[in-house]
């Protein structure tokens, strides 16, 4: 523990500075630049309103649709453009991976720390809606910040994973578009995990993002506590999924420097 | 006491077409051992794609050896080929900051640096723009600047003569005997054996990967010449 402290003590800022790059890249030559952090969900927010509230007529646990989706697409959000950072973190760093040599990790923990910036803006807004639509707001308020921690640990271990298979087969950059669609639709984000039939409850809490956007759902929206049943299972696929990515990223990591450029 | 010691490095590349592509084995190193004392200052000369760059990466722990073994002792900073890690969407402070850290130059240690990287290169009034403003010689500048000030026990050192002007050259050879007389190990690659022959006090000569000859300055470099002749000397 004392060792990773330490370590996080010498390599923070390098993150800081990597994600810097990343913020950079993506804003410094818009003309919207960081509005775009609030542009991007509230556009989703209102397809989603339009589709799955208008057309399709879907109920909302009792809440206005439009801060019922908001509450789930900026935690979504947060997830969904930190793994499309992450997959070519590697292969864009190039540059300073074959120079100098640094812990690899610190380059994909940047991207997610970049993305942080934007989830930061946007979860602002949202709580301006919660105010808008007059959500009750209480203390269990404050449990966001362990949801948001085992959110954490998901996107830390499927970035790893992304960003080193990428470097040896860049069809997954390419296929992650399409996979994050998938995923968005089998989670709760424009419809209610109460939507989900009891038979097929199991299988659908195996993806992690269901239990942890229901969470953010019920804390919220509902001035409730997270189930235990569905956050517990977010957690230990989290965890797994942590531990697996970490693992295959140390595995590959020496040969990174000889394979990037192949 | 050995500050770099190597018994018997490989290094094999697979160059493919693609991911499912046939294995086309190239050895960029075969069987070269040597060691080198802490203080000695030891050239590296050979042909191009002898291997002089892999060797430097093995050595800076960059990549890794496919068999045998390296022992380093000390931190081991690359002088020269940092250029091109320089970003160019960032100024030239954020580059300083974003290089010592990838360095893992302490916290305590960088902002003192960073008034001192900024006074070497000479350019300190430009270090606030982004570098894409900057003239390629300034960009050689700050990376020089940056890598020469990083604590460091070992210097690899590539085509120290092509870094800025007459001016910063000179700034470059008295950082270099300062080095020198720190007692810091360092590992000079260069095509211009005069310089060589000034700076070392011993020089590998490499040929695809093998050590040809491995001694004082005089004897390689003369069994260099007489193997390639004098076209090979820079002017």
């Not at chain 1, 292969?91 to 040599?101: E, F, K, V, W």
């Not at chain 1, 296929?175 to 984000?189: G, Y």
């Not at chain 2, 002898?50 to 002792?73: E, N, Q, W, Y």
Request: with cysteine; glycine share 6%; net charge positive.
């Amino acid at each position: 523990m004392v060792s990773v402290l330490k370590r996080f003590s010498r390599w923070g800022d390098l993150v800081f500075a990597l994600a810097l790059i990343n913020v950079k890249h993506r804003y410094k030559q818009g003309y919207l630049r960081i509005a775009w952090a609030v542009i991007n969900p509230l556009f989703t927010m209102l397809i989603l309103f339009l589709v799955f509230s208008r057309v399709a007529k879907l109920p909302s646990e009792g809440v206005p649709y439009p801060v019922f989706s908001f509450a789930a697409l900026v935690p979504w959000s947060l997830f969904a453009a930190s793994m499309g950072f992450c997959v070519y973190s590697l292969t864009a760093n190039y540059n300073l991976i074959t120079r100098i040599n640094f812990p690899r990790t610190t380059i994909p923990l940047a991207s997610i720390l970049a993305t942080f910036l934007d989830f930061a803006i946007a979860f602002s807004l949202l709580v301006v809606l919660l105010f808008i639509f007059k959500i009750k707001v209480g203390f269990t308020f404050l449990l966001v910040v362990p949801v948001i921690l085992i959110q954490l640990l998901l996107m830390i271990g499927l970035g790893l994973s992304l960003s080193i298979f990428n470097v040896y087969l860049r069809d997954i950059q390419s296929a992650l578009p399409l996979i994050l669609q998938a995923w968005m639709l089998i989670s709760p984000v424009g419809y209610s995990m109460d939507m989900v039939g009891d038979n097929l409850r199991f299988f659908y809490l195996l993806n992690p993002m269901a239990g942890l956007l229901d969470s953010y759902r019920k804390i919220l929206l509902h001035d409730q506590m997270p189930d235990p049943y569905y956050l517990g299972m977010s957690f230990v696929i989290s965890a797994a999924v942590f531990a697996a990515g970490y693992y295959f990223f140390k595995k590959n990591e020496k040969k990174l420097a000889d394979i990037i450029l192949l | 006491m050995k500050s770099i010691d190597l018994k018997s490095v490989y290094k094999k590349y697979n160059k493919r077409d693609s991911c499912l592509g046939k294995e086309d084995p190239l050895w960029a190193l075969s069987d070269v051992s040597f060691s080198i004392e802490k203080g000695e200052i030891v050239g590296i000369i050979g042909p191009n794609g002898a291997g002089k760059s892999t060797l430097m990466r093995l050595i800076s722990g960059i990549s890794f050896p496919t068999k045998g073994t390296i022992d380093v002792d000390g931190k081991v900073v690359p002088l020269i080929s940092i250029e091109g890690a320089l970003q160019y969407i960032l100024t030239g402070r954020e580059n300083i900051f974003l290089l010592l850290a990838a360095f893992g130059v302490k916290n305590a240690a960088r902002k003192d640096l960073s008034v001192k990287i900024a006074e070497f290169s000479g350019i300190s009034d430009s270090l606030d723009m982004q570098i894409t403003k900057l003239s390629f010689g300034m960009l050689s500048r700050l990376s020089f600047s940056i890598a020469a000030h990083v604590p460091s026990e070992i210097l690899l050192i590539d085509e120290v003569l092509s870094v800025g002007d007459q001016d910063f050259q000179q700034k470059c050879f008295s950082k270099i005997s300062q080095f020198k007389d720190e007692g810091k190990s360092m590992l000079f690659i260069s095509h211009d054996l005069k310089s060589i022959g000034d700076i070392c006090s011993r020089v590998i000569w490499l040929d695809k990967g093998r050590i040809v000859d491995d001694g004082p300055p005089n004897s390689v470099i003369g069994g260099y010449l007489a193997r390639y002749g004098t076209a090979n000397l820079s002017p």
